[in-house]
């Protein structure tokens, strides 16, 4: 079998010859670690770290609830005495009054209903 054009053949030698070169060093070559693998490494270490810590507060929390939980309460409790009661409701007027103005429609809303929904029943059986 021959070739129609000789040059075919030098042509596919020379495409051949870089396969090869890769061939033979392929497994001479030394993977280069990715940068941020380091950072995805040392991931699982840091919330380690922060879950103790984060236990460590709420172990502090929880002691100190337990052993001040009087003290708290007395505090709360004189505080919340002191309050006059009518400048108290003004100021949580001034600071949630549109809530309480929704809360207000809601339940005149609702109640209403109910309201008209037992009368009716009650007249209907």
């Not at 890769?22 to 993977?31: E, M």
């Not at 929390?61 to 337990?66: E, P, S, W």
Request: glycine share 8%.
């Amino acid at each position: 079998m021959s070739f129609l054009v000789p040059s075919l053949l030098l042509g596919v030698l020379a495409a051949a010859i870089p396969v090869v070169i890769h061939l033979l060093h392929r497994q001479r070559t030394t993977p280069v670690p990715w940068g941020a693998m380091q950072f995805l490494l040392e991931s699982p270490l840091r919330f380690k770290r922060r879950r103790k810590v984060d236990h460590w507060i709420l172990d502090a929390v929880l002691y100190a609830v337990d052993q001040f939980r009087g003290e708290v309460a007395q505090l709360i409790s004189y505080t919340v005495g002191q309050w006059d009661a009518e400048e108290t409701s003004k100021k949580i007027e001034l600071q949630i009054g549109k809530d309480l103005q929704f809360v207000r429609i809601n339940g005149t809303l609702v109640g209403g209903l109910v309201g008209l929904l037992l009368y009716s029943i009650s007249k209907f059986f």
